[in-house]
């Protein structure tokens, strides 16, 4: 079941990731999309 968040793009998906926030339309979990835009570690 894909369940929205707050913002636009940001979805949540029991069967992706076991519903770990993505990217809508993507796997890419949000905490590596946003290490790899700001560097963070």
Same mark, same amino acid.
């Given at each position: 079941m894909v369940r929205a968040t707050q913002? $636009?793009?940001i979805v949540s998906d029991s069967s992706i990731l076991n519903g770990e926030p993505i990217i809508e339309g993507t796997r890419? %979990? %949000?905490g590596r999309s $946003?290490?790899?835009t700001f560097g963070d570690r």
């Open positions: 913002h $636009r793009y890419t %979990l %949000l $946003r290490s790899a």
